[in-house]
């Protein structure tokens, strides 16, 4: 047997991408699925080795794989593998590293890492190692595009108590990021040294995330103290200031106007001229591409047309991408990457007749979406505490969805950023005002159609009261939904003037920069229902 472990997004999809593969779909989290490490220990003998590549495992990963192997008399060994299979790797490209403003940052480096270095002090440590890739750009003011859609770099960042080394190709850096770091007391080094430098590391005290990989692990553990606490900066990052938030709120209305053309189009010309799932994704990023400060999409389109819809990170092909007509349904989850802020919304929409069941299903999963977008919480509330409310129409009638209903964004950064998250799962990071979330349930019925509707949220504080201080959520995200697959019927007279009162934000947001037919097509969108 030869498995691959996938979560709930996936087992619509990988079935279909394994088929004569010979490779078994596991999955993960359903009852009677094995966890990998028992099955691992299942299909290897008594004193068998088992190979993994501690550069590519978290040492949280490697300490459960480590415990439960040397349980059953099996051992672990670093055997990087990879890099000897893979040699026709290509010349690396050399993308530029630059600057992200203080206008738009909102802090500077000097003040990050002041405030990375109280969190040192806090937990007594002299050394702080900054390993994900987010987490070294947002500390230090500085954007790349070494991760595709992601605005990141390849680097590593040590910080001391009174000194900061950036472990990067130099080459990559303009000229004003080396000045930045010149002024802000953060030492350059060639990415190649930094594991030198980590074994000369003495008698330290380390912070270090338990999500840094194995290889940083074994480089520090006989020399030095580890503190393994979550990095500081990575919920720092997390709380977005006044500057980002400002930026979210530019670029939420660049974004609805590329949008509502690209819905206009889509709509206008569905089954008048030749189109399929990928070149209307191409269209999509045309449409935001004409816009100011758009560096790229911050993930990739997911286009699915009819029952592709219910492949939940459907990604359609350049060749033999299903065609696309006047009938039926589509979702259309993208974002966009802009120098102010980064994107990421979905509608689904009806090209044509769709069944009463369609639209039931969708007017659940928008009356979902609605409570999330409504509901008011108290200080100390986590993403798990929340879930259910956009699940629970659709639980009222035995149905549900196999991935979260919310992540975090960042600020011109990963469109997937932690550490909080709306989900069934425990996470124990409160929600906190500044942290900008997602709100997507969704509805998936294989081989039929696939229904989501997102907006991005931030939480905001609402009013203390005797009994806390509490939160609510102001939804960022402009641009309408679609009343046709709407039952009215279905919504309560709160989530109607809600639906309405969204589309009159959308119409005071967008309408200005609208004209011609586009715009005409957008005010009976936003008429209220």
Not at 16 to 45: C, M, Q, R, V
Not at 111 to 133: C, P
Not at 427 to 437: K, S, Y
Not at 507 to 524: D, S, T, Y
Request: glycine share 8%; proline share 4%.
């Amino acid at each position: 047997m030869r498995p691959v472990a996938t979560d709930g997004r996936y087992f619509t999809q990988a079935p279909i991408e394994l088929a004569g593969s010979g490779i078994d779909l596991f999955k993960d989290g359903i009852e009677g699925t094995p966890n990998y490490i028992d099955w691992i220990i299942s299909e290897t003998p008594q004193n068998a080795t088992v190979a993994v590549n501690a550069l590519a495992t978290s040492h949280a990963n490697w300490n459960e794989l480590h415990s439960k192997l040397n349980q059953s008399g099996r051992k672990l060994l670093d055997l990087p593998l990879l890099k000897n299979v893979w040699t026709d790797r290509g010349t690396e490209v050399k993308n530029p590293v630059f600057v992200h403003p203080i206008e738009r940052a909102g802090k500077s480096v000097h003040q990050k890492l002041a405030d990375i270095r109280t969190k040192m002090d806090e937990e007594n440590a002299t050394k702080h190692i900054v390993s994900s890739l987010d987490d070294v750009a947002w500390t230090l003011n500085l954007r790349g595009s070494d991760v595709e859609c992601n605005p990141v770099f390849l680097g590593y960042l040590i910080i001391g108590l009174n000194d900061a080394i950036l472990y990067v190709d130099i080459e990559k850096l303009t000229d004003e990021s080396k000045q930045l770091m010149t002024d802000s007391a953060v030492q350059l080094k060639d990415y190649e040294l930094f594991f030198d430098d980590l074994v000369k590391l003495k008698s330290q005290r380390i912070l270090i995330s338990p999500n840094t990989n194995q290889s940083v692990y074994e480089a520090l553990k006989n020399q030095n103290d580890l503190i393994e606490k979550p990095v500081p900066g990575n919920l720092m990052k997390a709380v977005k200031n006044q500057a980002e938030l400002e930026g979210f709120r530019t670029v939420m209305i660049r974004d609805g106007v590329a949008m509502v053309k690209f819905l206009h189009w889509l709509t206008q010309n569905a089954g008048k001229i030749e189109m399929n799932e990928y070149s209307i994704g191409e269209k999509l990023k045309a449409f935001r591409a004409a816009g100011k400060n758009f560096i790229g999409l911050s993930f990739g389109s997911i286009i699915g047309y009819k029952g592709n819809g219910a492949i939940i990170h459907y990604s359609a092909p350049k060749e033999g991408s299903a065609k696309v007509s006047n009938h039926g349904s589509i979702l259309v989850d993208s974002g966009g990457q802009y120098l102010e802020g980064t994107t990421d919304i979905t509608r689904t929409l009806p090209l044509g007749e769709v069944s009463d069941d369609f639209k039931r299903d969708s007017t659940l999963v928008l009356k979902g979406m609605i409570a999330l977008s409504m509901v008011k919480f108290p200080k100390g509330t986590r993403g798990v505490h929340l879930d259910a409310f956009a699940r629970l129409p659709l639980w009222m009638e035995g149905k549900d969805y196999n991935h979260g209903t919310g992540h975090g964004v960042g600020s011109f950064m990963n469109v997937h950023e932690g550490p909080q998250n709306i989900r069934k799962d425990l996470n124990p990071i409160e929600l906190q005002p500044g942290m900008v979330v997602s709100n997507e349930p969704g509805y998936y019925l294989e081989g039929k159609y696939g229904i989501r509707h997102e907006n991005l949220i931030v939480v905001k504080e609402w009013k203390k009261t005797q009994w806390n201080t509490f939160y609510e959520f102001e939804t960022l995200t402009f641009c309408p939904f679609f009343k046709s697959i709407i039952v009215k019927d279905l919504l309560s007279t709160e989530e109607i003037d809600w639906l309405n009162d969204y589309h009159k934000k959308c119409e005071e947001k967008l309408a200005p920069h609208l004209e011609g037919e586009v715009r005409e097509w957008f005010m009976e969108m936003v008429k209220p229902i």
